[in-house]
C-alpha cells in the first residue's frame, strides 16, 4: 500500500449550507458520517432548500453552524454562540430575523424519523467528500494569497498529505483508499460553485478562489467517495492507496 499521508480534519454538516462540527473521530458507515447533511433551512412558504450558491438571500446561511445534539438532533448556531436546538419554538422567528425572510428547519426525507414536513434533496448527497493540504497549498498560490481555508469547500476529511504536486486527489478516482478502519473508493471529481468564493466567518470574499480553480482543474476541487468497508476513522490515523477498484 502507498501511504498518502494522515487525516487531520474529520468533519459533520448536521444541517446542509451551515458550517459544521470537527470531529476527533467517527464511524464511516456506508452512507457516511450518521446524521451529516440530514436537515436543511428551506423557505417556510415553498419548502425549497437554501441555495446560497445562487441566490443572494441565503447568504447568510454561511454564517450560521450546526452540530449534533445529545439527542441526536441538529442545533444551529447563531453568530454570538448562541445555539438552538431545532424543535425549539423560538427557532423560526431567529431564523426569520437572521435572514430577513420566513424560514423553516427540515429533516431531508430519507432522515425524517417522526411526522412532520420533510425536505427533499436537490442534488444526490455523496457519502464522503475528501480533499488534501497539498491541493489547498497549489490554490492559494493559484489564487495569489497564502493560504485557502479546507472551510470553503464543506469537506468531510482532509487528508495531510507531503509534497504532492498539484490537485493529488484528482489520480485517486477510481482507486481504493485506506482511511483508519474504513475502506472508500474515489468515484468522482467534485465541482465547484460560488459558495467557494463568498464571505464567512474569518474568511473574505475572493473571487480569485473559483476563478482559480475553473482555469486550471475544470472547476472541480476534492473528490467523492463511496464506502467499500465501513469503519472508524480518527485524526492522526493514516491514508493509503489500496489499489484500483477497477480491477
Known amino acids: 500500500m502507498d501511504t498518502l499521508g494522515e487525516i487531520i480534519e474529520i468533519w459533520r454538516y448536521p444541517v446542509s449550507s451551515l458550517g459544521g462540527e470537527m470531529l476527533s473521530s467517527a464511524v464511516l458507515g456506508s452512507d457516511g458520517i450518521a446524521f451529516d447533511r440530514a436537515w436543511c433551512v428551506c423557505d ?17 446561511a454561511l454564517f450560521l453552524s450546526s452540530r449534533l445534539g445529545e439527542d441526536q438532533r441538529p442545533e444551529i448556531g447563531f453568530p454570538g454562540d448562541d445555539w438552538m436546538p431545532v424543535d425549539d419554538d423560538v427557532l423560526a422567528e431567529r431564523l426569520g430575523e437572521h435572514f430577513g425572510f420566513a424560514v423553516d428547519v427540515r429533516p431531508y426525507a430519507r432522515n425524517a424519523d417522526d411526522e412532520g414536513p420533510t425536505a427533499t434533496n436537490r442534488y444526490l448527497p455523496s457519502p464522503l467528500h475528501l480533499i488534501t493540504t497539498d491541493a489547498l497549498k497549489h490554490l492559494a498560490t493559484l489564487a495569489g494569497t497564502d493560504t485557502v481555508s479546507s472551510r470553503r469547500f464543506r469537506p468531510n476529511v482532509v487528508i495531510e498529505t507531503h509534497g504532492l504536486q498539484g490537485f493529488p486527489e484528482k489520480a485517486w478516482v477510481t482507486e ?33 478562489i473559483l476563478r482559480s480553480i475553473l482555469r486550471h482543474n475544470r472547476r472541480n476541487f476534492g473528490i467523492y467517495c463511496t464506502i467499500e468497508a465501513p469503519g472508524m476513522i480518527a485524526t492522526g490515523d493514516s491514508a493509503s492507496l489500496a489499489g484500483d477498484a477497477t480491477l
Open 44 to 60: 417556510a412558504a415553498t419548502g425549497a432548500p437554501a441555495a446560497p450558491e445562487k441566490e443572494l438571500r441565503w447568504r447568510p
Open 176 to 208: 481504493r483508499l485506506n482511511l483508519g478502519d474504513a475502506l472508500v473508493v474515489g468515484y468522482e471529481e467534485t465541482r465547484r460553485c460560488g459558495m467557494t468564493l463568498t464571505p464567512q466567518p474569518e474568511l473574505p470574499e475572493n473571487p480569485d
